[in-house]
């Protein structure tokens, strides 16, 4: 009885997240199964909150089985942030990152329920070049699906259309001390990658890497444990007046790894990173919860196999995923 009262009530919130007039302004949204984003009004993450346990904000966050709802983003740098731009004879590009600052981004309205945001921007050197980021619960409890749109008005033809997406891994229990997993290089849209997650978010500018060697433009498994995280830069060629490109970002978190990379497998991830917390004897805590990201629509292959049992589960409507879960009040 108390399961099915848990997962109502998640239902509930989801509806009327759904149903509710929208408001302009940063947002805090819920999936209504213990996931969270902070999203502001340019489209990137951590916002000034008072739910999360281990930060004054809320980037990524995650409801663990104590109740307490933890950040992966913002403890330590509120770093996570994207940028975009594209070259019309000469190179325009902008980005946003809390930790960085707002440059030549213009943001437009943001509208968002409790459990959707939708923002658009465009670049204030070639303002016919736009962006809209539109975030919304997914095919996984696990997980966010953000619809990335890059939208070309300009009167030309652009070239170089690139987005660049990074974020500070700071999984909790042990912030500042994660182990880091990359994978989905190469993909024909992905132009680099580093462990770099305190970079500024250009996408015309350098990567580097953070602290320890992971590799750049390479997959790492379990790189750490250290203070860093994952960047990465997509080209997507050019773009003619008049026309998009679209493609998916997700974000999430699972009770465990496997929980993570199941829900991976059914949103398709072909490119992202895993981040851990260390576990007391060593190595990545593969038992605590682990928070990810991932990219869709970027000319790679799904990296991880959809388990049978998995893929059942998301048929019956959650039900075995809200029994599992006692997190929900």
């Known amino acids: 009885m108390r399961q099915m009262k848990q997962l109502a009530a998640c239902l509930t919130l989801v509806t009327a997240g759904l149903a509710a007039a929208p408001a302009y302004a940063d947002a805090i949204i819920t999936n209504g199964s213990g996931l969270y984003l902070g999203i502001n009004d340019e489209g990137h993450l951590n916002v000034d909150s008072t739910i999360t346990a281990n930060s004054a904000r809320t980037g990524l966050s995650w409801q663990w089985n104590d109740g307490a709802i933890r950040d992966a983003t913002s403890p330590g740098c509120y770093c996570e942030g994207y940028g975009f731009g594209a070259n019309n ?3 325009h590009s902008g980005y946003a990152n809390e930790a960085a600052g707002i440059n030549n981004i213009v943001a437009g309205a943001m509208m968002s ?6 923002t658009t921007a465009s670049l204030g050197s070639l303002a016919g070049l736009a962006i809209s980021h539109s975030y919304a619960p997914s095919a996984s409890p696990n997980a966010y699906a953000v619809t990335v749109t890059i939208s070309n008005n300009t ?23 994660e182990y880091v997993t990359l994978f989905g290089w190469p993909a024909s849209a992905l ?21 320890i060697s992971c590799g750049m433009n390479a997959n790492f498994t379990d790189c750490g444990a250290a203070d860093h995280g994952a960047a990465f830069i997509f080209d997507f060629g050019s773009l003619e007046d008049g026309k998009g490109v679209t493609f998916m970002i997700f974000y999430g978190a699972g009770d465990n790894e496997r929980q993570a990379m199941a829900s991976l497998a059914i949103l398709g991830a072909e490119v992202g990173s895993l981040g851990y917390s260390s576990a007391p004897g060593g190595g990545p805590n593969r038992d605590s919860p682990v928070y990810f990201f991932g990219f869709a629509g970027v000319g790679g ?3 991880f196999v959809p388990e049978p049992a998995g893929i059942a589960l998301m048929g019956l409507g959650l039900l075995g995923f809200a029994a599992s879960r006692r997190r929900i009040k």
Not at 191 to 211: H, I, K, Q, R, V
């Open 191 to 211: 132009y680099a990658t580093s462990n770099d997650g305190f970079d500024e978010s250009d996408p015309f500018g350098a990567l580097a890497e953070t602290g």
């Open 155 to 177: 009167g030309g033809t652009v070239d170089d259309v690139r987005y660049m997406r990074a974020m500070d891994w700071d999984v909790p229990m042990t912030e500042f001390n």
């Open 89 to 91: 004879g000469s190179v």
């Open 301 to 303: 292959d799904p990296h």
């Open 113 to 118: 329920t409790a459990s959707t945001a939708q």
